[in-house]
Nanobody, 118 residues
Framework: QVKVVESGGGLVHPGGSLRLSCVASGSIFSFGTMGWYRQAPGKERVFVATITRAGTTNYADSVKGRFTISRETAKNTVYLQMNSLKPGDTAIYYC????????????WGQGTQVTVSS
């Protein structure tokens, strides 16, 4: 029922930009905090950025000043604008959405690949 779908990944050169999108759907209830996490091959998934329903944002130190998270709450959509990309940003980027039901539950997307290479 509930699904989270990411899009916008791709291959870019160092210093380039990408804008990721994530759409959560499948429920009459609202989604609360949404965020982005990433996982490189053979590594664990790590936090990148989150944004609350009220618009409060939080970023990993590694992306501060380069990435910007935003959302269109009415559309259950969250974005991640990524600028000044580095090879170290290469990973699968996953979207996480919290559903505000009787028992708030987290849902994850399948991920979108971001590759930064010369």
């Amino acid at each position: 029922q509930v699904k989270v779908v990411e899009s916008g990944g791709g291959l870019v050169h160092p210093g380039g930009s990408l804008r990721l999108s994530c759409v959560a759907s499948g429920s009459i209830f609202s989604f609360g905090t949404m965020g982005w996490y990433r996982q490189a091959p053979g590594k664990e998934r790590v936090f990148v950025a989150t944004i609350t329903r009220a618009g409060t944002t939080n970023y990993a130190d590694s992306v501060k000043g380069r990435f910007t998270i935003s959302r269109e709450t009415a559309k259950n959509t969250v974005y991640l604008q990524m600028n000044s990309l580095k090879p170290g940003d290469t990973a699968i980027y996953y979207c996480k959405a919290t559903l505000l039901d009787i028992n708030p539950q987290e849902y994850w997307g399948q991920g979108t690949q971001v590759t930064v290479s010369s």
